[in-house]
């Protein structure tokens, strides 16, 4: 209590000289040759533009603006606006500056006093807008923490104009809700039925329901990140339409699902072997520390009545082995010489061996994306098989049965390259971008950059993988499967300043913007082709100390499935 007292008193003396607008002009440079340029007729070329540069806090707010176009701009109007907190005072919300040249930049020093700390009700939200006469305007937001004039930024939220327009979806990973937001960090839509924790995504179908996965209780059996064994799809309304469980001693769903067109849901699933099993099947006994392994498998479910389903095709990766260990054992092979096949030694000494995180589908070409987290690698199937055929070496459209029709990111797991060559560093989301999409066709992933030479941070890489107008991969003899490097690719500025170590996913927009979802810190953000942040939010859903989030995804207005909200 003697703490908060000083504190506002501390306050209070801040604040004693309230008229005072703490700004200096000190660092800004005038010359009457620039005044004149300001008041020049804006040309065909000129490209007046104003940016938000640093925002720190301590005692208040220091805000720098900077002049990154190629006009001098007079008359700068900075506003600030402040929402949410219990008591937030904030004595001057307009600054002036008169001048900023070409490449100039200053900085605005804001008092701010008010107790805000997320504890009751959501953090604070401050919203700083820079504009000047004909200039393209700079908005940004923070959210914060405040006792007294103590400021502490937790994240920033940004919504540029040439963010794309939509609804974004979420679900707070190991909570019950589902949330739909517009681009202001408006919840407009929510839901709240489901009497499970979901563990990974949720997505909005085109008839309006609402598609997750969940855990309805725990499975001794299977002990692993990612571990669900539930589906539910709701109505728009939260009614409950159907649902269906698979988890029991022998198998269990995780992570994500894809819905397909015909509305059938693929579900990725581990499936138990014990230790003699896999000893058999040639792995090396020392790599079998937990005496038992789950290998993933796939499942294609046919929905039925309000629960249950039945199981029209599945894939394993049990049926699609490689090993050089032990040539008494089976899948006895070449490992170099089959790229097709999985390398039952390669990856991690653990029971979660394969830990493939998503799935994703392409219509066109009738195959299969899945994220192989521990082997930092993304891998195509064909879908067009039978079930008898995907557990096989032949069949299907192109003639490969279930084995590996592509892979990429880590050609050691085919003894197709060394540590340098590795692209891929323990993945998720890999996803075909969409028709209409700018890149079409290319591959999108959220690499997290675990265990990356030189050190750890995130990246969105697109890959124009090695593929003809037939759908048939490209791999020459000896090599590792192209391409040696993406097509486009984005990091912060300085890397290490973005990193999650784990979930996160990525969806390329309409207009050519990447959206990305940072889960391991509950923050969404948009990016440009220019790599240029134009919009941001932070989830503080269940709290601020709480809030990952799987993966996001974001529906344009005419989305049909969001006509229930604007009827």
């Avoid at 700004?23 to 007046?48: M, Q, T, Y």
């Avoid at 974004?168 to 009497?195: A, C, K, Q, R």
């Avoid at 990091?491 to 170590?501: G, I, L, M, R, V």
């Amino acid at each position: 209590m003697k703490k908060m007292l000083v504190l506002l008193l501390l306050g209070i003396l801040v604040f004693s000289d309230l008229g005072t607008v703490a700004f200096s002009f000190d660092k800004i440079k005038f010359d009457e040759s620039n005044l004149d340029c300001c008041f020049k007729a804006r040309g065909e070329d000129d490209d007046p533009r104003l940016k938000i540069g640093d925002i720190r806090c301590g005692l208040g707010l220091t805000i720098e603006i900077k002049n990154v176009g190629n006009m001098n701009l007079s008359d700068i109007t900075l506003t600030i606006d402040v929402i949410g907190g219990l008591i937030i005072k904030l004595p001057v919300s307009i600054y002036e500056i008169p001048l900023l040249s070409v490449g100039e930049s200053t900085e605005v020093d804001v008092k701010i006093f008010g107790i805000g700390l997320g504890i009751i009700g959501d953090l604070p939200r401050i919203t700083i807008s820079a504009g000047a006469h004909h200039a393209h305007p700079a908005q940004i937001g923070i959210i914060f923490r405040i006792l007294g004039p103590l400021v502490i930024k937790v994240g920033e939220f940004l919504n540029d104009p040439r963010s794309f327009d939509g609804y974004t979806i979420f679900t707070p990973e190991w909570y019950t809700n589902t949330y739909l937001i517009n681009n202001d960090g408006e919840i407009v839509h929510s839901w709240s039925e489901s009497h499970y924790l979901n563990g990974l995504g949720s997505l909005l179908l085109e008839n309006g329901n609402m598609i997750r996965s969940a855990l309805p209780r725990p499975n001794p059996r299977f002990l692993a990140g990612g571990i669900l064994g539930r589906v539910e799809i709701f109505d728009w309304n939260g009614s409950l339409l159907w649902y269906f469980e698979y988890t029991n001693h022998m198998h269990c769903h995780h992570h994500g699902v894809e819905v397909l067109p015909n509305g059938n849901i693929l579900l990725i699933a581990w499936e138990y072997k014990t230790a003699e099993e896999a000893v058999n099947a040639g792995r090396n006994p020392n790599f079998l520390p937990q005496g038992e392994i789950y290998p993933d498998h796939i499942i294609e479910v046919e929905p039925t009545g309000t629960s249950g389903g039945n199981i029209v095709w599945e894939w394993h990766v049990w049926d699609h082995l490689i090993q050089d260990y032990d040539p008494s054992k089976d899948n006895y092979g070449s490992v170099e010489n089959h790229p097709e096949l999985i390398d039952i030694n390669f990856g991690p000494g653990i029971a979660d061996w394969n830990h493939i995180n998503s799935v994703d589908y392409n219509e066109e070409l009738d195959q299969i994306m899945l994220s192989v987290r521990h082997f930092s690698e993304l891998w195509i199937i064909d879908h067009s098989t039978t079930t008898e055929e995907a557990a096989g070496h032949t069949g299907g459209i192109y003639g490969k049965g279930g084995d590996i029709l592509y892979r990429w990111g880590n050609p050691q797991a085919y003894r197709a390259g060394g540590p340098d060559d590795q692209m891929l560093f323990e993945q998720h989301d890999p996803q075909w971008i969409e028709p209409s999409c700018p890149g079409e066709g290319n591959i999108l992933i959220f690499n997290n950059g675990n265990g990356r030479p030189g050190g750890e941070y995130s990246s969105i890489e697109e890959i124009v993988p090695p593929i003809d107008e037939n759908g048939y991969y490209f791999k020459a003899p000896g090599s590792a499967y192209g391409p040696e490097e993406s097509l486009w690719r984005y990091t912060a500025e300085n890397p290490f300043d973005f990193f999650s170590d784990h979930i996160s996913g990525c969806q390329r927009l309409p207009n050519g913007n990447t959206l990305i979802c940072d889960g391991a810190n509950g923050f969404f953000f948009e990016v440009t082709l220019d790599k240029e942040i134009v919009w941001e939010y932070l989830n503080q859903i269940p709290s601020v100390f709480n809030n990952l989030v799987f993966k996001i995804h974001r529906y344009a207005p005419d989305y049909p499935g969001l006509q229930n909200l604007f009827s």
